[in-house]
C-alpha cells in the first residue's frame, strides 16, 4: 500500500511570491491534514480537511489556506511569502482522526525555503 | 489550553544505557496520547497510542507508558539504530486536531 506522497520535496520562493504544495494520501483515507514543522516550535497544525470540507483550523494567518478533491487529495496554499514561512510542510492522511484510532500517517514533507 | 511538553530536548546514551524520555500534558479531556519516532529527512513515523492512565505498550526495546499528567517513553538497551527524534502528541475529546511537543533528539553512541 503506498504511502502519503507530498510534492515537490524542496521549493526555494522569493518573498512576495506564492506556493502551492501537493499531498497525495492512503488509499481509503479521507482525512489530510497539514503541519508546519520548525526547529523552535515543532509541528504547528494548519488545518485539517475531510470529505472536501474544512473541518479544523489552526492559528495561522488567512495567506495559508487548503482545498480536498474529491479523490481525497489535497493542496495548501501560500500567498505573499515571508521569511518566516521557511519550514518543513508535512501532511498527515488518517482514516478519520476523530476515532479512538486517530493515528496519523506522515508524508516526508516539503522542504520549502523563502529567500 | 491544550499543550505537551517534552524532556530532555537533547539527549546522548552510550549503546546499551537505558534510559526515559517524558512527555507532559495538559488536555481536557484526553482522547490519545501518541508517540512518534521521526527521522531526519522525514515525516514522523507512528510508534504507539495511548488512551488510559495505568495503561502501557512495547514494541523491541521501547515501551510507553501514560499517567493522568505524563507519559515516558523508555529505551532499554538501545541501539544506535534508535537515535531519531521522538515527539509526543495528544489529541482531546473537544477538539478535531493533535498537540505536538518539539520533541527529545535522540542520539545513540556505539
Known amino acids: 500500500k503506498a504511502g502519503v506522497t507530498q510534492t515537490p520535496r524542496y521549493l526555494i520562493k522569493t518573498r512576495g511570491q506564492q506556493v502551492t504544495l501537493s499531498c497525495s494520501p492512503i488509499?481509503?483515507?479521507?482525512?489530510v491534514s497539514w503541519y508546519q514543522q520548525t526547529p523552535g516550535q515543532g509541528l504547528q497544525f494548519l488545518f485539517e480537511y475531510f470529505s472536501e470540507t474544512q473541518r479544523n483550523k489552526g492559528n495561522f494567518p488567512g495567506r495559508f489556506s487548503g482545498r480536498q478533491f474529491s479523490n481525497s487529495r489535497s493542496e495548501m496554499n501560500v500567498s505573499t511569502l515571508e521569511l518566516g514561512d521557511s519550514a518543513l510542510y508535512l501532511c498527515?492522511?488518517?482514516?478519520?482522526?476523530?476515532?479512538?484510532?486517530?493515528?496519523?500517517?506522515f508524508g516526508s514533507g516539503t522542504q520549502l525555503s523563502v529567500l | 489550553e491544550d499543550q505537551v511538553t517534552q524532556s530532555p530536548e537533547a539527549l546522548r546514551l552510550q549503546e546499551g544505557e537505558s534510559s526515559s524520555l517524558n512527555c507532559s500534558y495538559t488536555v481536557s479531556g484526553l482522547r490519545g496520547l501518541f508517540w512518534y519516532r521521526q527521522d531526519p529527512g522525514k515525516g514522523p513515523e507512528f510508534l504507539f497510542t495511548?488512551?488510559?492512565a495505568g495503561e502501557e505498550k512495547e514494541k523491541e526495546r521501547l515501551k510507553a507508558t501514560l499517567t493522568k499528567k505524563e507519559s515516558f517513553l523508555h529505551i532499554t538497551a538501545p541501539k544506535p539504530e534508535d537515535s531519531a527524534t521522538y515527539l509526543c502528541?495528544?489529541?482531546?475529546?473537544?477538539?478535531?486536531?493533535?498537540?505536538f511537543g518539539t520533541g527529545t533528539s535522540l542520539t545513540v553512541i556505539p
Open positions: 495511548l488512551y488510559s
Open positions: 498527515a492522511s488518517s482514516l478519520d482522526p476523530r476515532t479512538y484510532s486517530g493515528v496519523l500517517f
Open positions: 502528541a495528544v489529541s482531546s475529546n473537544t477538539g478535531n486536531q493533535f498537540y
Open positions: 488509499s481509503g483515507h479521507r482525512s
